[in-house]
């Protein structure tokens, strides 16, 4: 499968890069507008709406249309796993409906003296068998923007 991979460092401290990445407000911060995202729902493991952390079980139901252009692609993410200690912390969801075959997005931040450095591991799948599998390898093109655009939005926010 498929893996593209960006790391950034962050003159944050992990505390504050965690807090950001923890709940819905900081998806929508650093979301490219040109994503045209919108949240649909946000439901808790236990179906609390709108629950104040991205805890495990949590899912994100939400819709995209890049650069405005053809039909909104639906989405919905689950938070597979998280945790956090004194130097490390992550989360892991994956795409529990959407556009991709398969999509597992790591979002891993290590504590380094003051600073932060976030590193996001997406692992994936296009659809259409071996036609999608064939264009899977040149899929990181497609998502550099994206991940740069986000991790630059982070650094704004908290620097």
Do not use: C
């Not at 929508?28 to 045209?36: D, G």
């Not at 439901?43 to 650069?67: C, H, K, N, W, Y």
């Not at 912390?89 to 979002?107: I, K, L, N, Q, S």
């Not at 550099?144 to 655009?149: I, S, Y």
């Amino acid at each position: 499968m498929p893996v593209y991979q960006r790391r950034t460092r962050v003159a944050a401290p992990l505390e504050r890069v965690w807090e950001f990445h923890s709940d819905i407000s900081g998806l929508e911060a650093l979301t490219p507008e040109w994503m045209n995202l919108e949240i649909v729902a946000v439901r808790g493991p236990d179906t609390d709406e709108a629950p104040e952390e991205l805890v495990a079980g949590t899912e994100i139901e939400m819709s995209m249309q890049p650069f405005g252009v053809g039909p909104r692609q639906q989405w919905v993410s689950r938070i597979l796993g998280r945790n956090k200690d004194e130097r490390t912390a992550w989360f892991r969801d994956d795409m529990a409906g959407g556009p991709f075959r398969e999509w597992v997005h790591t979002h891993r931040f290590v504590a380094d003296g003051d600073e932060t450095i976030i590193d996001d591991r997406v692992e994936y799948e296009l659809p259409f068998g071996p036609l999608g599998q064939l264009a899977g390898v040149f899929g990181g093109v497609g998502f550099e923007p994206m991940f740069r655009e986000r991790h630059r939005r982070t650094k704004a926010a908290l620097e």
